[in-house]
């Protein structure tokens, strides 16, 4: 069984518990990972740098290499296992960044299908993390006879197996197979309900419906730590992001502006959090970060990190796993294989990334145009 049970582990991480191109033809084996013209160089930064983050909290959340480690840096591994989780943050706006930017351009072109824009996310976000979620299962099957630890997962029953299929292991009260699965989930849900809004809701109010929900969700629901299984805890950051398109198409992106910092600033004056101003800060840089902007996070390998980062947020906890259990089995208490074997666990993370990436993500049946 992981070290926490699902929900703790949700919780740790969204802070809530804290007080404590063209498509690639299915005939292609080498899908190239350089990124298309349609893509924002600064958004696949950011990407690439929470994605590394996750690993490495993950990394300090997981032992037992990191309880060996912290006796040696406590200061370091303590900063990764508190503050690496609000790198979560990232991911949420800028899916609502790319949310809006999708839906919009739907709005421009045709009328959008709900049902079918809904489909299509679920086999985007649903195909790889299936495969994910087969691997860590045989990991786990694996390393469980002669590792005991609590990071383990126990062997999966098949509603539990039904309910990772799709994304209700929260909602349902089943044991996460993996680290992270929660965020699929909320990032699926969050997904519908900005579809659902922009198809229903006339088209004058929905900026406006918009903000009324960010501010319950501010204000109100991401205060209650018993909603964190459900989007509306997460969609005040989720709609900063849609606030961030908005500004970054404004000719007057100063209101747009306003509204992020008035909203996050009451928010943060009535309680706060940490998390949220991570979120806003996001938010803020998320505007400038055009094309020709911010050249520093045009580097290529961050750009194709953060093609492949969804690939790494599902494969990394398998990975790190097997590493932990390895590592601990031979040198179970000397620092320096140990922090190796972190090292060895992160870098192992990112090419098992690129492979699920190249074999499954970027495949035919899973390339959609990306929310």
């Not at 997904?191 to 659902?196: A, E, L, N």
């Not at 750009?303 to 390895?326: D, E, K, M, R, T």
């Amino acid at each position: 069984m992981l070290r926490n049970s699902s929900a703790s582990i949700r919780k740790h991480a969204s802070g809530s518990a804290h007080k404590r191109a063209p498509a690639v033809s299915r005939f292609d084996k080498r899908p190239a990972l350089t990124p298309s013209p349609q893509r924002l160089p600064g958004i696949d930064a950011l990407k690439a740098l929470a994605c590394m983050l996750i690993v490495w909290h993950h990394l300090a959340f997981y032992g037992p290499m990191s309880d060996v480690v912290q006796t040696a840096a406590p200061r370091l591994i303590s900063w990764l296992y508190d503050y690496g989780r609000m790198a979560v943050q990232v991911f949420l706006v800028v899916g609502g960044f790319l949310a809006a930017a999708a839906l919009a351009s739907l709005q421009m072109d045709k009328p959008a299908r709900p049902g079918q824009l809904i489909l299509r996310r679920y086999r985007r976000l649903a195909l790889p993390l299936v495969v994910a979620v087969i691997i860590c299962v045989a990991v786990a099957a694996v390393v469980r006879p002669w590792f005991a630890h609590p990071s383990v997962p126990e062997a999966p029953g098949l509603w539990q197996l039904v309910a990772h299929v799709f994304f209700l292991q929260d909602l349902v009260g089943q044991e996460a197979l993996s680290a992270g699965l929660w965020y699929v989930a909320i990032d699926f849900q969050l997904f519908v309900i900005s579809v659902c809004l922009f198809t229903w809701v006339p088209k004058q109010w929905q900026r406006w419906t918009v903000l009324v929900l960010a501010a319950a969700s501010l204000l109100v629901f991401n205060r209650h730590a018993g909603l964190d299984a459900t989007a509306l805890y997460f969609f005040g950051s989720y709609a900063l992001g849609m606030m961030a398109w908005w500004a970054s198409r404004s000719p007057r992106p100063v209101w747009w502006l306003l509204a992020i910092a008035v909203m996050g600033g009451v928010a943060l004056a009535l309680d706060f959090r940490g998390r949220l101003a991570v979120a806003m800060v996001v938010a803020i840089a998320l505007v400038w970060l055009q094309p020709g902007r911010w050249t520093a996070l045009q580097a290529p390998w961050l750009q194709q990190l953060g093609q492949i980062s969804y690939s790494v947020f599902l494969i990394h906890f398998p990975v790190c796993l097997l590493v932990n259990a390895l590592v601990s089995h031979v040198w179970p208490a000397q620092l320096l294989p140990n922090a190796l074997g972190m090292l060895a666990a992160f870098v192992l993370s990112l090419l098992a990334g690129k492979a699920l990436y190249v074999g499954v993500e970027s495949r035919r049946w899973t390339r959609i145009a990306k929310p």
